[in-house]
């Protein structure tokens, strides 16, 4: 029902900035959480950032004050804009999104690569 392609990943120096974009389409009207993961190989996927229908947000500790997560609900886009970079950084990151219902399920985009070189 929902569909989420991300974009905007790529390889950036450390310091350096990446806004990562994912549209969904489908039901969106189900949608009443989007969020942003991460996953390095042989690690567990890790959330990022978060923000509820109602525009509360939430970050990991490790990326406070240097990444916001941003949502246009008329275009049915969540953005993540990362500023100063690190190597650690380095990961797929997935588009995530909840959905209101008989149960409460998720979808999964088909994640991006960010890169940050030292």
């Known amino acids: 029902q929902v569909q989420l392609v991300e974009s905007g990943g790529g390889v950036v120096q450390a310091g350096g900035s990446l806004r990562l974009s994912c549209s969904a389409s489908?039901?969106?009207?189900?949608?009443?959480?989007m969020a942003w993961y991460r996953q390095v190989p042989g690690e567990q996927r890790e959330l990022v950032a978060v923000?509820?229908?109602?525009?509360?947000?939430n970050y990991a500790d490790s990326v406070k004050g240097r990444v916001t997560i941003s949502r246009d609900a008329a275009k049915n886009i969540v953005y993540l804009q990362m500023n100063s970079l690190k190597p650690e950084d380095t990961a797929v990151y997935y588009c995530?999104?909840?959905?209101?219902?008989?149960?409460?399920?998720?979808?999964w985009g088909q994640g991006t690569q960010v890169t940050v070189s030292s």
């Open positions: 995530n999104v909840g959905l209101r219902g008989l149960v409460y399920r998720n979808v």
């Open positions: 489908g039901s969106t009207s189900s949608i009443v959480a």
């Open positions: 923000v509820s229908s109602g525009g509360t947000t």
